[in-house]
Nanobody, 124 residues
């Protein structure tokens, strides 16, 4: 059984940084792609970034490049999403997701496993 548990969200002021964590268990790390998505109120869930566990290759949604950094800690089986210079448009529930295979995908439907999400609220 695969479990993904996100943490690190909260209410923050615009301009600060935040690091979200996703603790993973039950995955075969060598064949896992870990993705971060977010869903703002009234909007569809959108891709943020992903990392291939085996070689740490990363991919970002175009508009996310620069402020978002995805990384992983192999020893702790944890994936991170660092968000810098938060603004109110970053307010959303952030989800960690996993899929098996080699290709990094931006599509929600390509991910097999999901965490429960962590709320990030940015105040101006």
């Amino acid at each position: 059984q695969v479990y993904l548990v996100e943490s690190g969200g909260g209410l923050v002021q615009a301009g600060v940084s935040l690091r979200l964590s996703c603790a993973a268990s039950g995955l075969t790390a060598a064949s896992a792609i870990m993705g971060w998505f977010r869903q703002a109120p009234g909007k569809e869930r959108e891709f943020v970034a992903a990392i291939r566990w085996s070689d740490e290759n990363t991919y970002y949604r175009g508009s996310m490049k620069g402020r978002f950094t995805v990384s992983r800690d192999n020893a702790n089986e944890t994936v991170y999403l660092q968000i810098n210079s938060l603004n109110t448009e970053d307010t959303a529930v952030y989800y960690c997701a996993a899929r098996t295979g080699w290709s990094i995908s931006m599509s929600v439907s390509d991910y097999d496993y999901w965490g429960q999400g962590t709320q990030v609220t940015v105040s101006s």
